[in-house]
């Protein structure tokens, strides 16, 4: 079993930056693929960002490249999301997402995801 718990979210103009942490419970986080998701107001929840267990491929969606950094410290139980050149369409909900395969994550995400936090909202003013 694993526990997400999110932190970092708040509000921030346009141009500014967030850094989203994502701290993970269990000893077998190393083991674990780790992604961020993020759902609008109206919106599906799509997803953002994501890396292996050994912090070596990550991937993006196409809107955050660039902008976002997705990172891990194992030591820590932890997975950051660095948001840089924010922009108000990036207001939403963002989720913490963990699985054995990476590509649950990117690819099929939604209820085949095997944990998931319980999110922390971003908000981008103009």
């Known amino acids: 079993q694993v526990q997400l718990v999110e932190s970092g979210g708040g509000l921030v103009q346009a141009g500014g930056s967030l850094r989203l942490s994502c701290a993970a419970s269990?000893?077998?986080?190393?083991?674990?693929?780790m992604g961020w998701f993020r759902q609008a107001p109206g919106k599906e929840r799509e997803f953002v960002a994501a890396i292996s267990w050994n912090g070596v491929t990550t991937y993006y969606t196409d809107s955050v490249k660039g902008r976002f950094t997705i990172s891990r410290n194992n030591a820590k139980n932890t997975v950051y999301l660095q948001m840089n050149s924010l922009k108000p369409e990036d207001t939403a909900v963002y989720y913490c997402?963990?699985?054995?395969?990476?590509?649950?994550?990117?690819?099929?995400?939604?209820?085949?995801?095997?944990?998931w936090g319980q999110g922390t909202q971003v908000t981008v003013s103009s």
């Open positions: 997402a963990a699985d054995k395969i990476l590509r649950t994550i990117v690819v099929v995400g939604g209820g085949y995801v095997d944990y």
């Open positions: 269990g000893r077998t986080f190393s083991s674990y693929a």
